[in-house]
């Protein structure tokens, strides 16, 4: 298993090493790793392949206006993200999404449902949706949705 120092988490998902030690000291995200390696002037963290993921997803869910506990609530998904990455890889051509729906009363969430979507072109004309989203999408009672491009997602801090 892969592991990354701070420099290399804040180069691969554009989060600064200050803004994440605020969203562990805050317990938006916890390392699951707690082992320190020695270098420089100090003592660094290490940060595994699925706490980078997890660091990207944070911040584009706080991004899309997600508050902190709520975005939090994502990360412990039931799904592994090293395994969205498998499944990736094994569904050349289709885009994996984590769609995420929400209701609202008086200004606060007071219910959210999240799953994966997996996205298919069918033919050269368009896409088809596969699975739950055209589910979700008939129930009129959830006031928002954010979906996240998890291939994407996954793709852009595997380059950097």
Known sequence: MDFFTTNEMERKTGVKRLR???WIKDALFVPS???KIAG???VGSLYSQEDLYKIALLKKLLERGMHG???AAMLPLKWNILDL???GEAFKGHVLLLCVIRRFENGQE???KRFLEILGSTDQSGI?????????????????AIIINMT???AEVDKK
């Open 69 to 71: 506990k709520a975005a």
């Open 110 to 112: 007071i219910g959210s």
């Open 128 to 144: 088809r949706l596969t699975g739950k989203l055209e589910e979700y999408f008939n129930i009129q009672e959830y006031d928002d």
């Open 40 to 42: 420089g002037h100090g």
């Open 152 to 154: 994407k997602l996954i």
């Open 20 to 22: 994440l030690h605020s």
């Open 33 to 35: 790793t707690s082992s």
């Open 85 to 87: 990455r498998r499944m």
